[in-house]
C-alpha cells in the first residue's frame, strides 16, 4: 500500500493544478445536488420492541388517540401557575386571572379547539375538593384524579396545571413565533401577579450545542497547530481539508434525504467526526512532510514519502474509525445507526482529503509552507535525531523503567474507573435544562407543588378483554391496590374506563423524579406483578408514559454497551493485525482502549453524577445515549493515535533498530504530532464545558477525558511500556496467520528502495 500511496501522492503534488479543480468541481457538485434534491430530515425517536409498547397497543385498542402524547416528536404543552406569595389561586382575583389565561388560550390559533380547556379551579369546585373534608388522602383520591391534576394536593391552593391540546402533530412543525406566543399569551396573567411557566414541546427550542464555545475550541485548534507547524499558512491546511471532507460528507448525508428518511441526529456526530479526524488526519501528514522536507532535497519526493508512510497509517486508522461508527447498528436503535453511518461517511471523507487533496495543497504551496518561520517556534525539525525533545525524554525514562510507568499507568487509570461501577443513565428532561428556562422553572413549580414524581406521571393501561365481565370492577381495584402499596408510589387516580368496557386507565405518580434509580426500579416492579394478577384474573396491563419509556431507553442502550464494545474491539483488533503483522500489538490496543474508557466512565460519573468538584450544580445520571457515542468516537480517535504512533515504531524496527531504540526512536518521531492532535481534540470537545446544558457539558468533559486517558495515559506510557517488555515478540505472528494476512506495508519499507530508483532516474533525466 506505501507504494501506491507514494507514487499517487507524488502525482497529486505534481499536477496539483489537475487534481485541486477536479475537487474544487466534486464538491460544488456535490453540494449543488445535496442543497437542490435534500427533503427535511426526520424528527422521529424510535426504538422497537421497547416493554412500554405494550401500554401502547392497549391505548390504541380501547383510547385512540390517547398514546399520541407519548411519542417523542409530539407536540405537548402544559401551563404551571403559582400564585402570589401568601395567597391562593382561589382568591377571586387569582381565579380571574386564571379565567382570562383560559379564554386567552381560546382564542390562540394554533390551540386544538376541539378539545374544550378546563378551568382547573372549577373543576376542583366540582369534585368536592374545595369543600367538606380536605385531609390528604381523600384529597389524592379526588382530586388527583382530575384530567388535568387541577391543584396542588395541599392546603395551600397555590399551584396549579392547564394542559393545552395543540394542532400542531410534530415537534419540527414548531417555529419560534408558535414558541414566543405560547409563552406571551400568559403575559396578563403574570402582570396581574400570578407566576406561569410553559414546559413541553412547545416550548422546547431545537438548541445545537457548540457556536461560541464550539469556535473558541477551533481557535486553541488553531493556535496549537501553529505552534507545531511553526507557521501560520501550514496551519490553515488542517482547515481547509476539514471544510472540504466535512462539507462533501454532509451534502452526501443531505442528498440521501431525498432517497431515505434520515433522522436529524445524523448531522451531530459527523459534524464532530468530520472535524476530529480531518484536523488529526492533516497533522500527521503536513507534519511528517515536514520532516521528509529536511531529510531529501525534493519536495515532491517529500509530498510521496509522507502520503505513503503517514497516508498509509491515516488509510487504517480511519478503517478502525468506520468499523467502530458502522458497529452503532448492531445497538438496533434508528437514530444510532444513521448517525454511525453518517459518521462513517464523515471518516470517509476525511481519509480521503487527507491522501488525495492533501498532497495537491502541499504542491500548491511547496517550500512556502513553512516559510517564513515563526520566532522561537519550531525553528527545528523536531524529529531530527539528533534533537533531544521532551517526547526523547519521556521515551528515554519509560525505556529504563517500563514495568514501572506500566503499573502507574494501569493504577491512575483503574483509580479513576471506580466510579465507573455505580453508573446510572438516564434521557435529558426538563430537569437537565437551566435554570433560566422557563421549561425548567415550570419542572421546580410542579415539584414545589404536587411533588418531584408529578412531573414523571406513569400511565397504567388494563386489557380487561380476558377478565370476566362480572369480575372486571375487582381485577382493576386489585391493580390500582397492588400499585397503591408499593412504597415508592406517592398515588394513584381512580380507573378510567373504556367506552367498551374492556379497558382501564390509571395514573400513577411515583415519590421520585423521572430519571431517579428508584422511580425505574418502581416501573420494573409494577409490570412484574402482572404475572400474579394474570393468573388471579386474567388481567394484562402495560405501563408507558415519558418516565417508562425514558426506563426502557435506559436499558435498552446499557445492555448493548457490552456486545458492541466486544464486536468493535475484536473487529479492529483483525485489522490492526494486518497494520502491524502482529498479534501482541493489537491485543494490547484493544485492551488499552477498554482501560482508557472505564477510567474516562469513571471520571464522568464522578463529577457530573457524584457532583465532585464542584463542576456542575445539580449532580443527575449521566445520559443514555453517551457511553455509545463515547465508546464510538473515541475509539476512532484512539486508533489513529496508536496507528501512527506504532507504525513509527515499527517503521524504525523493520529499518534494523533493536525492539527497544525502536519504541524510543519512534516516540520521538511520533510523540509531538500525536501530542498536538490530542491537544486539539481535548480543546475542542472541552469548550462544551461552556455550555449552560448540563448534557452538553457532560458530553464535552467525556469526550475530552477519552482523548485525555487514551492518548496521554494509554498509548504514550502504557503502550511503549508494554512494547518495551515485551521485546522481539511484541512483533511476533504464527507463520500460518503470517501467510494469510497480506503484507500492507504500512511503515514503509519497500519506499527505501523506491526512493533510491525515483533519485536515480531523476538524475539521469536533468545530466541528460
Excluded at 118 to 137: K, N, V, Y
Excluded at 348 to 376: D, E, N, Q, S, Y
Excluded at 567 to 582: D, K, N, P, Y
Excluded at 675 to 697: N, P, Q, R, W, Y
Aim: hydrophobic fraction near 50%; charged fraction near 15%; include cysteine.
Amino acid at each position: 500500500m506505501s507504494v501506491y500511496l507514494y507514487r499517487w501522492g507524488r502525482f497529486a503534488f505534481r499536477r496539483k493544478w489537475i487534481v485541486l479543480p477536479v475537487w474544487l468541481v466534486l464538491f460544488m457538485v456535490l453540494g449543488g445536488l445535496g442543497a437542490k434534491l435534500s427533503e427535511p430530515m426526520s424528527n422521529s425517536f424510535e426504538i422497537p420492541n421497547l416493554p412500554s409498547e405494550r401500554a401502547t397497543e392497549i391505548l390504541d385498542k380501547h383510547f385512540p388517540g390517547m398514546s399520541q402524547g407519548f411519542q417523542f416528536d409530539a407536540v405537548t404543552g402544559t401551563y404551571v401557575i403559582a400564585a402570589p406569595a401568601g395567597q391562593k389561586l382561589t382568591d377571586p382575583n387569582n381565579h380571574t386571572a386564571i379565567q382570562g389565561l383560559i379564554g386567552k388560550l381560546d382564542g390562540l390559533g394554533i390551540v386544538d379547539h376541539a378539545k374544550p380547556l378546563t378551568d382547573p379551579i372549577a373543576a376542583a369546585e366540582e369534585m368536592g375538593c374545595l369543600t367538606g373534608d380536605r385531609q390528604s388522602g381523600a384529597y389524592i383520591s379526588k382530586c388527583s384524579g382530575a384530567p388535568l391534576n387541577v391543584l396542588n394536593k395541599t392546603e395551600a391552593d397555590t399551584v396549579a396545571v392547564i394542559t393545552v391540546p395543540f394542532t400542531l402533530k410534530e415537534f419540527s412543525d414548531v417555529t419560534a413565533d408558535d414558541r414566543k406566543a405560547a409563552y406571551d399569551i400568559a403575559d396578563d396573567a403574570r402582570a396581574a401577579g400570578l407566576t406561569v411557566e410553559l414546559d413541553g414541546t412547545i416550548a422546547m427550542e431545537q438548541q445545537q450545542p457548540g457556536g461560541k464555545s464550539e469556535m473558541i475550541g477551533m481557535a486553541f485548534a488553531f493556535v496549537v497547530m501553529i505552534i507545531a507547524f511553526g507557521a501560520i499558512v501550514a496551519a490553515f491546511v488542517p482547515i481547509i481539508t476539514a471544510i472540504v471532507g466535512l462539507g462533501a460528507a454532509m451534502s452526501v448525508i443531505m442528498l440521501g434525504t431525498s432517497v431515505l428518511s434520515i433522522p436529524s441526529f445524523t448531522t451531530f456526530l459527523a459534524s464532530m467526526i468530520g472535524i476530529a479526524l480531518s484536523i488529526d488526519y492533516a497533522l500527521f501528514i503536513v507534519s511528517r512532510y515536514k520532516h521528509e522536507l529536511a531529510v531529501q532535497d525534493s519536495p515532491e519526493a517529500a509530498a510521496g514519502t509522507a502520503v505513503g508512510t503517514a497516508g498509509a497509517a491515516v488509510v487504517f486508522a480511519g478503517g478502525t474509525v468506520i468499523i467502530a461508527l458502522v458497529g452503532l447498528s448492531i445497538v438496533g436503535i434508528r437514530f444510532l445507526t444513521f448517525m454511525g453511518l453518517g459518521g462513517a461517511l464523515a471518516a470517509a471523507f476525511a481519509v480521503l482529503t487527507a491522501i488525495t487533496l492533501m498532497p495537491a495543497l502541499l504542491g500548491a504551496f511547496g517550500r512556502f509552507l513553512f516559510t517564513p518561520k515563526l520566532p522561537l517556534i519550531a525553528q527545528r525539525d523536531p524529529e531530527d535525531d539528533t534533537q533531544v525533545t521532551n517526547g526523547t525524554r519521556v521515551a528515554h525514562f519509560i525505556g529504563k523503567a517500563p514495568a514501572l510507568t506500566l503499573v502507574l499507568s494501569i493504577v491512575v487509570l483503574g483509580l479513576f474507573a471506580l466510579p465507573a461501577t455505580h453508573l446510572q443513565l438516564g434521557l435529558p428532561g426538563e430537569d437537565s435544562m437551566p435554570k433560566t428556562m422557563t421549561i425548567r422553572k415550570a419542572y421546580d413549580l410542579r415539584t414545589a407543588g404536587f411533588g418531584e414524581g408529578s412531573n414523571g406521571k406513569l400511565m397504567v393501561a388494563a386489557d380487561l378483554t380476558d377478565v370476566p365481565q362480572d369480575q372486571r370492577t375487582a381485577a382493576v381495584n386489585a391493580l390500582r391496590d397492588k400499585l397503591t402499596g408499593y412504597s415508592d408510589m406517592d398515588y394513584v387516580t381512580e380507573p378510567k374506563i373504556s367506552e367498551d368496557g374492556a379497558g382501564a386507565l390509571l395514573d400513577a405518580v411515583p415519590k421520585s423524579g423521572p430519571n431517579d434509580q428508584s422511580t425505574k426500579d418502581l416501573v420494573r416492579e409494577a409490570r412484574d406483578a402482572e404475572a400474579g394478577l394474570h393468573e388471579q384474573y386474567g388481567i394484562e396491563y402495560g405501563i408507558t408514559g415519558t418516565t417508562a419509556i425514558y426506563a426502557d431507553v435506559d436499558h435498552a442502550l446499557l445492555s448493548k454497551i457490552v456486545p458492541y464494545l466486544a464486536i468493535v474491539a475484536l473487529a479492529a483488533f483483525l485489522l490492526l493485525i494486518a497494520v502491524f503483522r502482529s498479534v501482541l500489538v493489537p491485543l494490547t490496543a484493544a485492551l488499552g482502549f477498554l482501560l482508557s474508557m472505564a477510567a474516562t466512565f469513571g471520571a464522568t460519573v464522578l463529577i457530573f453524577q457524584d457532583g465532585k468538584l464542584g463542576l456542575i450544580d445539580e449532580p443527575r445520571p449521566i445520559v443514555s445515549f453517551l457511553p455509545i457515542m463515547l465508546i464510538g468516537l473515541v475509539f476512532g480517535l484512539a486508533m489513529d493515535y496508536q496507528v501512527f504512533l506504532v507504525t513509527r515504531m515499527r517503521e524504525e524496527y523493520v529499518h534494523g533498530a533493536s525492539p527497544r531504540d525502536a519504541v524510543i526512536k519512534g516516540y520521538h518521531h511520533g510523540a509531538r504530532v500525536v501530542t498536538s492532535a490530542a491537544v486539539i481534540m481535548i480543546f475542542v470537545f472541552g469548550s462544551f464545558l461552556m455550555e449552560s446544558d448540563a448534557t452538553a457539558k457532560s458530553m464535552g468533559f467525556a469526550l475530552a477525558a477519552g482523548v485525555f486517558f487514551d492518548a496521554f495515559l494509554v498509548r504514550m506510557v502504557l503502550i511503549p511500556s508494554l512494547l518495551i517488555l515485551m521485546g522481539k515478540s511484541a512483533w511476533w505472528i504464527p507463520n500460518w496467520l503470517s501467510k494469510i494476512v497480506p503484507d500492507i506495508d504500512v511503515e514503509g519499507a519497500r519506499l527505501v528502495e523506491l526512493r533510491e530508483r525515483d533519485a536515480e532516474r531523476e538524475e539521469k533525466v536533468s545530466i541528460s
